[in-house]
């Protein structure tokens, strides 16, 4: 099976704070994505990568930046943490194999709070 | 650009019942795939079942089948004999064919099986 780590579940930060949320996934998956999900809104897309060190905006990327230094490992950085990005977090991986189905694999998700 | 509507937030639905999710969605693509995900309570989101486009017959996997008027632009989700793991977030999802595995997801409607 294929299994998408998030490696916080919780996360309580303060306004300013720089924070990573880390994504790793063992199926040597190729396109790595990050969602953020609000309640109303669904989920909306704010990167996602197509290869190791490459990157591309979302829907949303304003105040992220993410990074991809290794096929597996996808990191989503908060340079300095506001209230507004209280939300819950998703990583997902897909394969060029499913490139016909585009079907995503999620993580459980990492719900950030920002004080 | 392509959007997604869910308009219904919240259902409910008894235990054995039949009930259907509503979803639009709007693009100018003739090519493109459509998905229904489900998220149930803290755990991760897994994909139910996907349409193609140009297929005119209506996907069914299990319990669970799709309406599809493309003409109409619409995506409902039919769950037959519905059961209490069937509660849960339900995402609708569109992707263009050519966009890789970019999707784009509805608010999402909290669907509750009672008993």
């Known amino acids: 099976d294929v299994k998408v780590t998030q490696s916080s579940r919780y996360l309580v930060k303060r306004t300013g704070e720089k924070v990573f949320l880390e994504c790793v996934q063992d199926?040597?998956?190729?396109?790595m994505f990050w969602y953020r999900q609000d309640p109303g809104l669904g989920l909306r897309l704010i990167y996602f990568?197509?290869?190791?060190?490459?990157?591309e905006k979302g829907d949303i990327p304003e105040g992220y930046s993410v990074s991809r230094e290794k096929k597996e490992r996808f990191s989503l950085i908060l340079e300095s943490a506001s209230t507004n990005q209280t939300s819950m977090y998703l990583c997902a991986s897909s394969s060029y194999r499913n490139a016909n189905t585009g079907e995503l694999f999620f993580g459980e998700g990492s719900r950030l709070t920002v004080l | 650009a392509q959007t997604v509507t869910q308009s219904q937030p919240e259902m409910s639905v008894q235990e054995a019942e039949t009930v259907t999710l509503s979803c639009t969605y709007d693009t100018s693509e003739n090519n493109y795939y459509l998905f229904w995900y489900k998220q149930p309570p803290s755990r991760q989101m897994i994909l139910v079942i996907r349409q193609e486009a140009y297929k005119q017959q209506n996907a069914t996997e299990n319990r669970f089948s799709v309406n599809f008027q493309k003409a109409a632009k619409s995506f409902s989700l039919k769950i037959s004999d519905s059961q209490l793991g069937d509660t849960a977030m339900y995402f609708c999802a569109f992707r263009v064919r050519t966009s890789g595995s970019r999707l784009t997801f509805g608010e999402g409607t909290q669907l509750t099986v009672n008993p």
């Open positions: 990568s197509y290869d190791v060190k490459m990157k």
């Open positions: 199926m040597d998956h190729e396109n």
